[in-house]
């Protein structure tokens, strides 16, 4: 059975990319997207997914905070955070507050779908 992936970056591109890569693989579909940290908390709330894909830097509240928000709901919630190059203080404080591992961008599709079949395989 897939596992359903809710992606949440506030640049399309960035979003078609993910929605591409998880789309034609085997193991995972695309639940939904969002755009923001708010309406990530929203869609989470309403899909379950088994995984959610989170920007770091957004306008109206950070993926960390969003990531927060979202283990308030789901303490076992599985989160990928999604940073640049740079933002390495930023990918610590995720992985201290519960994320589960990061992509880095621009984005591998080997390396993304390595990321998101590591944590269902090791039971992270």
Known sequence: MKKNVLIVDD????RTMLREIIQNSNGFSVAGEAATGR????????????????????PDMDG???MKKIFEIDPSAKVVMCSVLGQESLVIESIIHGARDFIVKPV?????LNILEGIFQDGK
């Open 11 to 14: 640049t399309l591109f960035m």
């Open 39 to 58: 309406e990530a908390i929203e869609k989470f709330t309403t899909l379950r997914p088994d995984v959610v894909t989170m920007d770091i830097v957004m």
């Open 64 to 66: 960390i905070e969003a």
């Open 108 to 112: 591998n599709r080997e390396k993304v």
